[in-house]
């Protein structure tokens, strides 16, 4: 009787410990107060305004599972839900580039990554036009993974935290609070990172997108950027292409665990590499989790 | 009595030009003055029950009748307009929400008033059919404008050019109608409502063509410079906004810098608003802010003169009238002498002869106190938009 | 059913005429011409009978029924229901057509409705006047014969039992005038009707039944003025 009794209480706490560890949990219906939502672009967005605003309010990613969000075109359907939202978290740096043919609120709109607006890289190699009598307008843009920088995605929480003081300011005292803490983690994860890549430089960097960019330039490990599939076999050409880069060492930095044919290649070719998971969707629950995958993928690289 | 009322009318049948035109006469001077007033009073409640909602509007510097006008009727005669990024200045200085109006363009005699969505809400406007602007190109359209012109969700309406010579600038656009609002009663009635971007396009500052880079438009190409293509002013400019080819649109530059017409504030409280107006009086004088109440009252102050004066003016012509109304009536009865010589021999009572004498008289000044009664209800279901019309031309 | 008239007295405050007549016997069916000089008081007599004027002493009776005992309204009223009125200038109203001229007096009589059978009635008296094709003509567009007959078509529509006729032909030409009294004395004479009619035409006497001569009725003092 005792021991069943021990069994249920620790069982009670440990339950109780989980729920009360990071706010991973998606907030339930039940818990939920009100009807009033917010819409964030992506992962880390909709991750950083649950974790500010509590279970009160849902945070909504309108894009679908297994779909790049910077790649994402919303439909009727999506718009008018978007205009119904209280406020929409956007990246800025262009990433949605969806947002001047759809007809929103400005009052709505949070570019969270702005205020470092002067930080953002801009790309090179983008083809540009002109015609007509008007002259030149180029079409250049930036790179829009922001939040792969620790440093500026913590720039990216305060704005969301800012934006949610204005629309709720009942709840500043708590969203103070909670910025408090994610800004503890980002800034842990900052270090995390920082200390993982800097053996890496012994390494010539092969990133499978160029979506790195904001990482590469903040943990200072610069490399070339090809346009592979982890789940696409690449080219005779690619696959020339990759052998051709001159190094000693090679790390392939995939975005995704790639298939094991061309793991088998690329261990014929001797390239080494890691997942670096950018987390642009992925369940609210595990973006910090990854983070901390990718920490020890990338620890454990040396 | 029955009789009697019927030789009454005969009478009348009898002599119905004269007593048409004296009836039109006296149902003129009664009921003009009560026509005016009528008006003039509903018109003053409406235009100022609408400046009362949108009691502050802003705009570049200038005549605030004319912003006012503009912004609350989207009738306005100038062409000033203040950048896009007043929008976010505003927004930032946390006193008030900000709506923007764009209203320069047509389509035949309505406006296209450019806006965000936050205007419906901001109107308590709703939806009869269909739904809210999306993307670009749509547009929704007041019960007036579907009214009159035919137009139902699924249709299109084109913009019309500001001149007949503008063939660099502002070219029509087709837009789709995606729905159409429930009568307000109101200016947005009669207004058609597309995103604020939209406008953009229509005014050249956007717009989507076919792709460059790739062989088809090699026609096109003029040279490749690095990563620049110039093409020449052949590229086909799309003139309706479809699915397919949305993401084909773009805006020259940066949209900050778009203008718009007017904004309307939404002040967060009353002191933000007081703030607000206290911020943009005394720190700004490269934008203007309005009490749009005040300028419509003084614009009916206006109103109310002229008004009064042209009462007067009808009030001396009614006596006139009346005094020629008695003449004729006068005159009837004595040409009428014979006739009741004639009823008074055969037998008629004095009662019967003096129904018949009055009746002519009662006859048209009931028949004109009804048409008078009947014209003033029309005039004030009917007459109020054409004074606004009036007014605002 | 006699028109009786005794020791009449009358007079004019205003122009101080004085009428003084004897008796006045009138058969039913009969028909009477009334001639005298101008002055001598016929119009002033055919009131008094009418009722239109009231006389200051004698008795005036039709059928029996004293009308000078009557007060003004009844007198009006025994007028419209009892007596036809016809006049020299017609006395129609031009606003009405033919067959409202005729209804006229049914119109104003109390207690009398234009029922279709009245209507019926005043047709077919307009027909043996002549005038049934121009029933709904306009008064304005009949020739002065045409109005006359009308005017005889009102007076008799209610059958009244005394027809008055003052100068009936004074307005027409030669060919109408014969033709309208004939009609006029025919109808009264079929139906047993008292006509008196007050003439200047000397060439119309032979159609009546007997001529009174206006001095004939007069008391020795004679009219005065």
Not at chain 2, 35 to 59: F, H, Y
Not at chain 2, 202 to 209: E, K, P, V, Y
Not at chain 3, 193 to 212: A, C, E, G, N, Y
């Amino acid at each position: 009787m005792q021991l069943r009794l021990s069994t249920i209480l620790f069982t009670a706490l440990f339950c109780g410990l989980l729920t009360a560890c990071g706010g991973d949990s998606t907030p339930s219906q039940q818990e939920r107060k009100t009807d009033s939502f917010i819409v964030a672009v992506n992962s880390p967005l909709q991750y950083f305004a649950q974790r500010l605003i509590g279970h009160e309010f849902e945070v909504r990613m309108l894009t679908p599972a297994g779909t790049d969000p910077a790649q994402w075109q919303p439909d009727i359907e999506d718009i008018l839900e978007l205009q119904q939202a209280e406020l929409i978290l956007l990246n800025g740096a262009g990433y949605s580039d969806w947002l001047n043919k759809v007809s929103l609120s400005e009052s709505q709109l949070v570019v969270t990554s702005v205020a470092a607006n002067d930080e953002w890289i801009q790309l090179e190699g983008q083809v540009s036009h002109s015609h007509g009598p008007q002259g030149e307008h180029a079409h250049s843009g930036y790179a829009f993974t922001t939040w792969m920088d620790m440093n500026l995605a913590q720039v990216q929480a305060k704005a969301v935290a800012k934006a949610l003081q204005i629309q709720w300011p009942e709840k500043q005292a708590d969203i103070e609070g909670n910025l408090a803490s994610l800004l503890d983690e980002l800034a842990a994860l900052d270090r995390g990172y920082a200390d993982a890549t800097t053996s890496l430089t012994k390494y010539q960097i092969v990133y499978s997108h160029p979506v790195y960019q904001y990482f590469s330039r903040r943990y200072g490990i610069p490399g070339i950027s090809l346009h592979w599939e982890p789940d696409v076999m690449p080219s005779d050409e690619q696959w020339r292409e990759l052998g051709g880069i001159e190094a000693d060492r090679t790390l392939f930095i995939w975005e995704a665990h790639p298939s094991s044919e061309i793991i088998e290649r690329m261990g014929e070719m001797g390239i080494e590499f890691v997942v670096v998971d950018p987390a642009a969707n992925i369940e609210i629950g595990r973006w910090i989790s990854v983070q901390r995958e990718n920490i020890a993928k990338l620890a454990a690289q040396k | 009595m029955r009789d009697t009322l019927y030789l009454s009318l005969q009478y009348i049948r009898h002599h119905r030009v004269k007593l048409l035109v004296l009836t039109f006469a006296i149902t003129l001077v009664s009921w003009l003055p009560m026509a005016i007033q009528s008006i003039v009073e509903q018109t003053a409640v409406q235009l100022l029950e609408r400046a009362q909602k949108t009691p502050l509007v802003i705009g570049s510097p200038g005549s605030p009748l004319e912003l006012s006008l503009g912004s609350l009727y989207f009738n306005s005669k100038t062409s000033s307009t203040l950048p896009y990024s007043e929008i976010s200045t505003l927004e930032q200085t946390g006193y008030a929400r900000a709506i923007p109006l764009h209203y320069r363009f047509r389509v035949q005699n309505y406006s296209v008033v450019g806006t965000s969505p936050g205007y419906f809400e901001y109107r308590a406007l709703r939806l009869e059919t269909g739904r809210p602007v999306a993307i670009l190109g749509e547009a929704v359209i007041g019960a007036g404008v579907a009214s009159t012109m035919g137009l139902s969700v699924g249709d299109h309406v084109i913009t019309s050019p500001e001149s007949v010579f503008d063939l660099a600038g502002v070219y029509p656009l087709k837009m789709s109608v995606v729905g159409v609002l429930a009568p307000s009663l109101s200016p947005d009635d009669d207004a058609i409502f597309v995103d604020i971007k939209t406008s953009w396009v229509i005014q050249g500052l956007g717009h989507g063509h076919q792709e460059l880079n790739n062989h088809e438009s090699l026609g096109q190409i003029l040279k490749r410079e690095g990563d620049n293509i110039v093409a020449n002013a052949s590229v086909r400019q799309f003139n309706e906004v479809t699915r397919e080819n949305l993401n084909s649109f773009h805006f020259h530059g940066d949209t900050a810098n778009n203008p718009i017409s007017a904004i309307i504030p939404i002040p967060h409280s009353e002191k933000s608003a007081a703030l607000l107006l206290g911020h943009y009086l005394e720190e700004r004088d490269d934008v203007q802010i309005v009490r749009s109440r005040q300028i419509i009252a003084d614009l009916l102050g206006t109103v109310f003169t002229v008004r009064d004066y042209i009462i007067v003016g009808i009030g001396l012509i009614a006596v006139a009238t009346g005094f020629v109304a008695l003449l004729v009536f006068y005159l009837s009865l004595r040409l009428r002498k014979g006739e009741r010589y004639t009823l008074a021999r055969i037998g008629a009572s004095n009662l019967q002869i003096q129904v018949m004498m009055a009746t002519e008289v009662i006859t048209v000044l009931l028949v004109s106190a009804l048409l008078s009664f009947c014209l003033t209800l029309i005039t004030r279901h009917y007459g109020i938009t054409l004074m606004q019309q009036l007014l605002l031309s | 059913m006699a028109l009786e008239l005794e020791n009449i007295g009358f007079g004019y405050a205003s122009d101080g005429f004085k009428l003084s007549l004897l008796k006045l016997h009138i058969q039913a069916g009969e028909s009477v011409a009334l001639v005298g000089p101008s002055g001598s008081g016929k119009t002033t007599l055919l009131n008094l009978i009418s009722g239109i004027l009231e006389p200051e002493q004698g008795s005036i009776s039709i059928a029996g029924q004293e009308l000078t005992s009557l007060g003004a309204r009844q007198r009006r009223r025994q007028r419209l229901k009892g007596m036809g009125m016809i006049f020299q200038s017609f006395e129609l109203l031009d606003y009405l057509d033919v067959r409202d001229n005729i209804l006229l007096q049914a119109r104003l009589a109390p207690g009398v409705t234009v029922t279709a059978d009245l209507e019926q009635r005043a047709l077919s008296i307009a027909s043996e006047l002549g005038l049934e094709d121009k029933w709904h003509r306009p008064i304005t567009a009949l020739s002065q014969g045409e109005r006359q007959r009308v005017a005889a078509c009102r007076a008799l529509l209610l059958d009244p039992s005394l027809v008055l006729a003052d100068e009936p032909t004074g307005n027409l030409d030669p060919e109408n005038k014969q033709a309208v009294l004939d009609h006029l004395i025919a109808l009264c004479a079929r139906d047993g009707r008292i006509l008196l009619v007050v003439t200047h035409d000397h060439s119309l006497l032979p159609s009546f039944d007997r001529v009174i001569e206006m001095a004939d009725l007069l008391s020795s003092e004679g009219p005065e003025r």
